[in-house]
């Protein structure tokens, strides 16, 4: 520990570049992962704030939840049996305000659950970003497919469905602008997939069922993982060259009695020191990101998401600096000095 320390105070200058390549990486990392969590809540906050469970679809929409018709028999079935299961339906569509301007929404209706809200014919429910918009409770929304009016009833919040506020309607009125009486959707919470006849999918696996959602997460999830990458490279190449230049030293250490094992701990030393100070900066200042990020902003960065690429990121630094710390195993004292000498 002292002898690492007294390297980096002597090499400031090389140790301060990587640190601040480090905390550059690592910030750009913290706040692509903020995007990418704020825009898969803003995508689909209207299923993964469902509890777990299991989304039941027909096997025949091969995988396409819009394409998915159950049938009234097999839905009564499945929700006579399993108490808290829901039927449901999403579609997008649009509601009109009186001055005829124009709001996309995602309709939802459903069966009777706690897991979605209820309204009752000509009502709906709306997402709170719509408030914010200027709507307010009482207002009369209309649709080009639906005969009545919508009254507004109320809002609830972090309700949006494929970037747009999601709208619960009454099953009645959904039936009436998509001219069908069958739900889309069951879902059963659990951990244990029941034996249904439909095809199930976890909570995960059904958001990857939607195509925006999937390519979304996948571009930014590869851009946070070639960054991690990045900065493990960054750590092989830079002690890479530090250990090429202190051959004569490594070889004058193995030759008074330092064994290959403290050498690593060194290095290890270093590493840590410089990933935990580029770290707590970039940590500091993605949080005050988060918190000054504009309203309209899908920015989420949480604790656990901060917590787990701290890890990642200290355990690629580790893999990194002992990878380009092989040839110090391979170091022969007398070659060592007389090729530092050299």
Do not use: C
């Amino acid at each position: 520990m002292n002898i690492a320390w007294k390297e980096m105070k002597k090499n400031k200058g090389r140790f301060l570049i990587l640190g601040s390549i480090v905390f550059l990486v690592s910030l750009l990392t913290f706040i692509i992962s903020g995007l990418a969590n704020g825009l898969s809540q803003d995508n689909a906050a209207l299923i993964k704030d469902l509890p777990n469970g299991h989304f039941y679809m027909t096997k025949e929409a091969d995988e396409t939840y819009n394409l998915s018709r159950i049938n009234s028999g097999t839905q009564k079935k499945i929700l006579d049996k399993h108490q808290t299961a829901a039927a449901f339906s999403i579609q997008m569509g649009f509601l009109n305000e009186p001055d005829d301007k124009q709001r996309s929404v995602a309709f939802v209706t459903s069966t009777e659950s706690k897991w979605f809200q209820h309204v009752k014919k000509g009502e709906v429910v709306l997402d709170r970003s719509m408030e914010e918009d200027g709507i307010k409770i009482g207002d009369t929304l209309t649709n080009n497919q639906y005969d009545g009016k919508f009254i507004v009833k109320g809002f609830v919040d972090h309700s949006k469905y494929s970037h747009a506020p999601v709208a619960y309607i009454n099953m009645e009125d959904y039936q009436e602008i998509y001219r069908t009486n069958q739900m889309q959707l069951i879902f059963i919470p659990g951990d244990s997939k029941q034996d249904t006849g439909l095809q199930a999918f976890s909570k995960d696996q059904f958001l990857n069922t939607i195509p925006s959602y999937k390519a979304e997460q996948m571009s930014l999830n590869m851009i946070i993982w070639f960054l991690v990458v990045i900065s493990g490279m960054l750590f092989a190449i830079f002690f890479y060259m530090m250990n090429v230049q202190k051959i004569g030293l490594y070889g004058i250490l193995k030759a008074i009695g330092v064994k290959t094992s403290a050498l690593f701990q060194m290095m290890w030393t270093q590493m840590v020191l410089i990933t935990i100070i580029a770290l707590g900066l970039s940590i500091t200042l993605s949080q005050l990101f988060n918190l000054a990020a504009p309203e309209g902003m899908p920015f989420h960065l949480t604790k656990e998401t901060t917590v787990q690429l701290s890890i990642v990121f200290l355990v690629i630094g580790f893999m990194g600096a002992t990878l380009s710390g092989v040839q110090i195993k391979k170091i022969e004292p007398l070659q060592a000095i007389q090729q530092g000498e050299g």
